[in-house]
């Protein structure tokens, strides 16, 4: 990871809620989500790092945005994308 991105994820990592929440908003691709025990999971790209969202469920109140490792990203998301649905090959 080049150093100029890594200080743009450090600084994100450094932020507010509020402040992450309006970052993702306006700078954020969706991805995938997740359940995970009493949370909604949201996968966000944000450039070279990904972001996560969580909700608890039954409130549409953001309990956390984290930066998870792109290892953490592979073990929660890869196996529920289905890549030739998406291309509409199925």
Known sequence: MSLYMEVIEQNFKS???SEKYS????????????????????LFTLGNFYAEVWRKKGINQISWIEVP????VADNYLQGIDIMGSLGLR
Do not use: H, P
């Open 23 to 42: 970052r993702v908003k306006k700078n954020g691709r969706f991805i995938a989500e997740r359940s995970f025990g009493s949370f909604y999971v949201q």
């Open 69 to 72: 490792t792109k290892r953490n």
């Open 15 to 17: 932020l507010s809620l």
